[in-house]
């Protein structure tokens, strides 16, 4: 098993700033891939990033260039820092991991709203 806790979200204005940390426990030294979604009200989670073991990184079209995804395999965690928010970047932000045998395993989310 394998226990992601997030944290960072809260609340900034557009053009803002916010970091999201999520830190992995339990059988960590299991994970392959590590990544962030989101989700709004009535609409399908998201990827948003993704990171592997090897460091190679995809991003969404909507957030490349203003997100960045990091990894400490050191200390089992993964960032993603946000720049240039806009409203539409308001979601609850799952950190997610897969492990090498593929179970997936989600956080509890946080949530992350752009306003003025």
């Known amino acids: 098993q394998v226990q992601l806790m997030e944290s960072g979200g809260g609340v900034v204005q557009p053009g803002g700033s916010l970091r999201l940390s999520c830190e992995a426990s339990?059988?960590?030294?299991?994970?392959?891939?590590m990544a962030w979604y989101r989700q709004t009200p009535g609409k399908k989670r998201e990827v948003v990033a993704r990171?592997?073991?090897?460091?190679?990184?995809e991003y969404a079209d909507s957030v490349q260039g203003r997100f960045t995804i990091s990894r400490d395999s050191a200390k089992n965690t993964v960032s993603l820092q946000m720049n240039s928010l806009k409203p539409a970047d308001t979601a609850v932000y799952y950190c997610?991991?897969?492990?090498?045998?593929?179970?997936?395993?989600w956080g509890q989310g946080t949530q992350v709203t752009v306003s003025s």
């Open positions: 990171i592997d073991n090897g460091g190679s990184s």
């Open positions: 339990g059988r960590s030294f299991e994970i392959n891939v």
């Open positions: 997610y991991a897969m492990t090498l045998n593929f179970n997936n395993y």
